[in-house]
């Protein structure tokens, strides 16, 4: 019995004549444990994207970001990563919280090579690993279910420009998030976020935008 297979993919396999090649890609590909390759890729990335359930059965995908290792593999069927400051929806995390089901796509474009991994999710500001974690407002621990390795025929191959700056990390003060500086937000921004931009001082939205569009490190 397969593990990834439905009779909504079967009917397609059938179709285009692919249910043995299918089967035969999960044989080889599809695992339930992290083994050490794995493990390794995993641990030296430093972005995934994450894809949760919201409360009306919507998927929806997010980009995480940290410094390279900021995903732990703790265990062969579990791995860790932090949840740091947003832009206040908690929408990752409120769909965590009432749907654990999700996805995990890892992808090196400069290799290039990807990793998907399937699980159930908790989420914790009590875990012990907060304290690893400058600014973490949650842990994510993930349950394996299956992960597989994709061809990386698609994948267009990048090189990695810079850092982000808005990474927590021990040795500096995290800025505050250029869109926070914006006029308009200061009326609904957390009070510890106006401290902050009292120091930067405001901008105006179409300031914001500019630098988007000009890729400046600071937007």
């Not at 249910?19 to 599809?30: G, L, W």
Request: charge should be negative.
């Amino acid at each position: 019995m397969s593990r990834l297979y439905g009779d909504q993919h079967r009917k397609f396999q059938d179709e285009f004549g692919t249910r043995k090649m299918a089967d035969r890609v999960e044989e080889i590909a599809c695992k339930t444990e992290f083994d050490d390759e794995a493990k390794g890729f995993i641990e030296q990335m430093d972005m995934f994207f994450l894809s949760t359930v919201d409360h009306q059965g919507r998927p929806t995908v997010s980009y995480k970001g940290g410094d390279a290792g900021f995903v732990k593999v703790i265990d062969s069927n579990t791995l860790v990563f932090p949840s740091y400051d947003g832009n206040g929806m908690f929408f990752s995390m409120g769909n965590i919280s009432t749907n654990p089901q999700v996805g995990l796509l890892f992808i090196s474009f400069e290799t290039p090579h990807r990793i998907r991994v399937q699980g159930t999710a908790t989420i914790s500001n009590t875990d012990p690993l907060m304290q690893e974690y400058k600014e973490a407002e949650f842990i994510v621990r993930v349950t394996l279910s299956e992960l597989w390795q994709n061809c990386p025929r698609y994948i267009h191959q990048r090189t990695k420009v810079r850092d982000s700056r808005y990474v927590p990390r021990t040795e500096c003060e995290t800025p505050v998030a250029e869109w926070k500086r914006i006029d308009l937000m200061q009326d609904v921004i957390p009070e510890a976020d106006l401290k902050k931009v009292e120091k930067t001082g405001t901008i105006q939205i179409e300031e914001w935008i500019e630098k988007i569009k000009t890729g400046s490190p600071e937007a």
